[in-house]
């Protein structure tokens, strides 16, 4: 049965990375209780810059233990302004104890972003011993709301969308006149957990449409873990537009 949204509204921004910390470091403590491990998939753009600098001063994380991924990524270099790796690596993986041999980032330096998105699926399939067909089940993806209803790299309109068998694509993004390495939608609803992050006004109208227009047809929405849980941690501002059932 498809996830349905848990949604959780915060007053402040402070508030919102506090509680989405506390969360982070939870399932991580469970997971490596359970597992041994963590296996996380960070998102971009610019909302979980202030997570992952706040978890970065957090003593409870066991970093030694946690396995990153990126759900997605620009096509661009290392140390590119627009790497997602770049952001996540100078706000947090630079500053504490993660091994590096757990640090698995998108090749993105690939001139082929085809080639790069290849290359990034054998990476899961070998770290997660899949068989032919099957998805990874991460502990917990981490992802965002763009103004146009985008989640990860899976953009309105874009072939990704309907992508059913490759565990990561290079997206092909008009407005960007760019490819994107995105994660797909079996991957992201094969997750134990799905948490997604809003803040601010200017996430109020889509977080609308989004939570409450389930005829818009947006990307965000297929988001829906078949065996797992879904987080919305959204700050008031972001929350701003939703109707009292929610707000
Ligand atoms: C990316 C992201 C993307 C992001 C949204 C929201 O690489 O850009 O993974 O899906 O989450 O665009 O971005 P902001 O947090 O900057 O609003």
């Known amino acids: 049965m498809p996830a349905q949204p848990e949604i959780r509204i915060l007053k402040t921004a402070p508030e919102l990375f506090e509680a989405a910390a506390a969360e982070f470091a939870a399932q991580a403590s469970q997971a490596v209780r359970g597992n041994g491990r963590f296996t996380v998939a960070l998102s971009g753009g610019s909302t979980p810059k202030t997570l992952y600098s706040l978890l970065a001063t957090k003593p409870n994380i066991p970093w030694d233990k946690i396995c990153f991924f990126w759900g997605d990524e620009r096509h661009v270099p290392l140390d590119h302004p627009e790497s997602n790796y770049r952001m996540a690596n100078a706000a947090m993986l630079s500053k504490v104890p993660v091994r590096p041999e757990n640090i698995f980032r998108v090749h993105s330096e690939e001139k082929d972003a085809a080639a790069g998105a290849l290359q990034y699926e054998q990476v899961l399939k070998d770290f997660f011993h899949l068989s032919p067909g099957e998805f990874p089940r991460f502990d917990l993806i981490l992802?965002?709301?763009?103004?146009?209803?985008?989640?990860?790299?899976?953009?309105?309109?874009?072939?990704?969308?309907?992508?059913?068998?490759?565990?990561?694509?290079?997206?092909?993004?008009?407005?960007?006149?760019?490819?994107?390495?995105?994660?797909?939608?079996?991957v992201l609803n094969a997750a134990a957990c799905v948490?997604?992050?809003?803040?601010g006004a200017d996430k109020a109208p889509i977080l609308h449409q989004v939570l409450e227009n389930s005829a818009a047809g947006l990307p965000s929405q297929k988001v829906r873990p078949s065996n797992g849980k879904l987080i919305w941690l959204v700050d008031g501002a972001a929350a701003s537009a939703l109707s009292p059932r929610n707000g």
């Open 143 to 186: 992802l965002g709301v763009g103004p146009d209803g985008h989640s990860a790299s899976l953009f309105p309109g874009t072939s990704a969308l309907n992508e059913t068998r490759h565990l990561v694509v290079a997206n092909w993004v008009p407005k960007f006149n760019t490819h994107r390495i995105t994660f797909t939608f079996p």
């Open 195 to 199: 948490l997604f992050l809003a803040s």
